[in-house]
């Protein structure tokens, strides 16, 4: 996590342009005292010291942003909620609907069903996600008026407003769980054939198990182990999915947080991301060993 914070301030200090331009208008430039304000954000010290004063502010939580001159990690908790709700409805809902998929792929083969799940594994990884999003803002906001296309609720809702808040992220649920559907259903679907073809398999049917209990109880449970290897690396991947979601549904979001610093080369906001991207990667991988252990009892860790 160093390492990314070190790289991330290199890329943000090289790159072509000045915050400073961006914070103050063309017209107030030759106005503005630009060295005062450069001190004021520390854009006058060497760079050295400029990434040891930022991390020192981001440990404690005093980094400022910017544009706001406000702590970032107010702004982060603010945005945190939106994201985070779509997040785990968006991987509830990817695994819902790629074990039942997968499973039934996997027992019949390269059979129609099989040879069409494949076909949709193949469109969901190639299709992008801002086309189908506007594609369905255009099918049931603007042409069956049936959902919101951009908020996480309503101006006018009041008191707890679930029901407002449940339309306004339909739209983006579906599409942020159907950018990881694809790689679940392809990865369970490879390991549930190959249970299939286990010796325990032909065991289970011969105790006069039935063949619902030998899949579920068995050959399912045995091919989570790959498939919750692949849904620990597509976690992270819904942060950065969320920047395009959230932008085109305008919620106000960590991703859309992120992609408004990054234009406005607000550094504090810059870093605080990466270091949040970063975090998650890492819990996520260890939080996805753990889950051997629980899934496999022949797993463990000393």
């Known amino acids: 996590m160093i390492g ?19 914070l103050v208008s063309p017209e107030q430039m030759g106005t503005a005292d630009v060295g005062v304000l450069r001190a004021q954000l520390g854009l006058d010290r060497a760079l050295p010291v400029q990434y040891a004063s930022t991390m020192s502010a981001l440990v404690t939580g005093q980094l400022r942003s910017f544009r706001e001159r406000r702590p970032v990690s107010e702004m982060v908790v603010e945005a945190l909620f939106p994201t985070v709700l779509l997040s785990l409805m968006a ?32 469109l969901g990884v190639s299709l992008p996600s801002f086309w189908f999003a506007l594609v369905l803002i255009l099918v049931f906001t603007d042409r069956l008026r049936w959902l919101p296309a951009s908020g996480i609720r309503s101006v006018s809702a009041t008191g707890s407003g679930l029901a407002d808040v449940a339309a306004h ?3 983006p649920t579906v599409v942020l769980a159907l950018s990881i559907l694809p790689f679940l259903v392809r990865y369970a679907r490879s390991a549930i054939i190959e249970n ?30 790959p498939v919750v290897t692949v849904l620990g690396l597509l976690i992270p991947t819904l942060l950065s999915g969320s920047v395009v979601v959230e932008t085109i549904f305008a919620i106000p979001g960590i991703g859309r947080l992120a992609l408004q610093g990054a234009l406005s080369r607000d550094y504090p906001v810059v870093m605080t991301m990466t270091v949040l991207g970063a ?22 860790y000393d």
């Open 4 to 22: 990314v914070t070190i790289i991330t301030f290199g890329m943000m200090v090289l790159a072509p342009g000045d915050p400073i331009t961006l």
């Open 91 to 122: 991987l509830g809902l990817a695994i819902a609907l790629a074990l039942p998929i997968a499973l039934a792929s996997a027992v019949r083969p390269y059979t129609p069903l099989d040879h069409g799940v494949t076909v949709f594994s193949l």
């Open 169 to 171: 992220v339909i739209m």
């Open 196 to 225: 299939l073809a286990q010796e325990y398999v032909l065991v289970a049917h011969s105790k006069g198990l039935s063949q619902g209990s030998v899949l579920i109880r068995h050959v399912l449970r045995n091919s989570l182990i």
């Open 279 to 300: 975090a998650l990667i890492v819990v996520s991988n260890l939080l996805t060993d753990i889950s051997y252990a629980l899934l496999d009892p022949r797993i463990r």
